[in-house]
């Protein structure tokens, strides 16, 4: 019995297959004609003749995907990339993964959609449609394929959630209530320095300077890695007010001597560390090193239960900050904008700040009193 070779062109993929079998010619014809005529029908399937064809990969998603993170590595920060990952081998690979590239509709998409947002939100829906796209578009740049079935999908963004800030009372509530001593000084400052949990976590004393009452932002801190700030318009120095600076000073007397640790600082293009000797500020002191972002929220959400406040999450310091100093009417909105980091004031209306109503001045007095004649 010889050995039997049958070559076939696919019109998709114009490499020519040779795949060997020591079965009879006739067994080897019968399947040439039925892999031509699926080929005629639009029905053939590479993974089901030739389930271990070296061309198999390059006509499956989960190839270009493995394409997208590699080079997405490279380009974005840790935990940027994480999120990436997590959209590709969570959502996108686990549906798609084993489909070519040339068989994905729009409508096949749309179907898709409404399916994630059954356990999804729009926004996580809308980024992991984002992920998809670029994968799909590195396989129509190899293959020049004018065809996107991406380019009609829309998904649209919920409204962004108000801030929710505490008022004058609900602050004096929770800085009168009795804390432990690691967070005692930390809680004015969360509420008047306006930093991200991501800032305030790493701030260290080499970057504060309390004579002139400012603190230098120059780096971040998120899921256990130190980098520069996440553009260069946050980094920043910024002025502090009095309780924050009377909070810092109580705390040097807890830390500012405390022994300095280096560490490694990752730099805007992702690759490059830069080692830097500091001494935290917050420090927990059952492990000797600066808070942990879910340590901090546990002991927060704790003592909001403790001072009887309406619980809501941490990040909302940030938010009190801007939307009391919008309240008083004591600083114009580009002022808040620069303490917080920001362009423009369109992130301070849009996100971080709202008018208190309890804490507004009495505003048609002082009209009153300027338009009397």
Same mark, same amino acid.
Request: a positive charge.
């Given at each position: 019995m010889g050995i039997v070779s049958q070559n076939i062109d696919s019109p998709t993929n114009p490499v020519r297959f040779r795949d060997f079998t020591p079965e009879n010619q006739d067994r080897a014809e019968k399947l040439a004609s039925l892999i031509k005529l699926e080929i005629q029908l639009g029905q053939f399937s590479l993974a089901k003749h030739f389930p271990n064809s070296k061309h198999l990969k390059k006509n499956q998603v989960s190839y270009y995907a493995q394409q997208y993170l590699s080079q997405t590595i490279k380009e974005v920060a840790p935990s940027t990339y994480d999120s990436y990952?997590?959209?590709?081998?969570?959502?996108?690979?686990?549906?798609?993964?084993?489909?070519?590239?040339?068989?994905? !509709?729009?409508?096949?998409? =749309? $179907?898709?959609?409404?399916?994630?947002?059954?356990?999804?939100?729009? @926004?996580?829906?809308?980024? %992991?449609?984002?992920?998809?796209?670029?994968?799909?578009?590195?396989?129509?740049?190899?293959?020049?394929?004018?065809?996107?079935?991406?380019?009609?999908?829309?998904?649209?963004?919920?409204?962004?959630?108000?801030?929710?800030?505490?008022?004058?009372?609900?602050?004096?509530?929770?800085?009168?209530?009795?804390?432990?001593?690691?967070?005692?000084?930390?809680?004015?400052?969360?509420?008047?320095?306006?930093?991200?949990?991501?800032?305030?976590?790493?701030?260290?004393?080499?970057?504060?300077?309390?004579?002139?009452?400012?603190?230098?932002?120059?780096?971040?801190?998120?899921?256990?890695?130190?980098?520069?700030?996440? !553009?260069?318009?946050?980094? =920043? $120095?910024?002025?502090?007010?009095?309780?924050?600076?009377?909070?810092? @000073?109580?705390?040097?007397? %807890?830390?500012?001597?405390?022994?300095?640790?280096?560490?490694?600082?990752?730099?805007?293009?992702?690759?490059?560390?830069?080692?830097?000797?500091?001494r935290f500020v917050w420090i927990n002191h059952e492990r000797s090193n600066h808070f942990e972002y879910h340590e901090l929220r546990y002991r927060w959400n704790k003592h909001l239960k403790k001072a009887k406040v309406r619980k809501r999450g941490i990040n909302q310091g940030r938010h009190t900050f801007a939307s009391q100093l919008l309240t008083s009417g004591q600083v114009p909105p580009e002022w808040i904008a620069e303490q917080l980091g920001h362009s423009d004031t369109s992130m301070i209306y849009k996100h971080y700040g709202k008018l208190i109503a309890e804490d507004l001045p009495d505003y048609i007095t002082k009209l009153n009193n300027y338009i009397t004649m």
């Open positions: 990952k997590g959209h590709v081998y969570n959502h996108i690979i686990p549906k798609w993964g084993q489909i070519n590239p040339k068989d994905i !509709n729009t409508n096949m998409l =749309r $179907k898709w959609i409404e399916h994630l947002k059954e356990n999804l939100n729009n @926004k996580t829906v809308r980024e %992991i449609i984002t992920r998809f796209s670029q994968i799909h578009a590195i396989w129509r740049d190899e293959r020049q394929m004018p065809y996107n079935p991406f380019e009609n999908i829309v998904i649209h963004q919920v409204d962004t959630p108000e801030p929710d800030p505490f008022s004058k009372v609900e602050i004096a509530m929770i800085l009168n209530t009795e804390t432990d001593l690691d967070i005692q000084n930390l809680l004015p400052c969360l509420f008047w320095t306006g930093l991200s949990m991501s800032e305030q976590i790493p701030i260290a004393w080499e970057d504060i300077d309390l004579e002139k009452g400012t603190i230098q932002i120059s780096r971040s801190y998120v899921r256990g890695i130190y980098r520069v700030t996440k !553009n260069r318009r946050r980094k =920043r $120095k910024i002025k502090l007010l009095e309780p924050a600076i009377t909070a810092l @000073k109580k705390q040097y007397q %807890i830390t500012g001597n405390a022994r300095a640790k280096t560490i490694e600082v990752l730099q805007r293009d992702n690759k490059t560390k830069r080692a830097e000797k500091v």
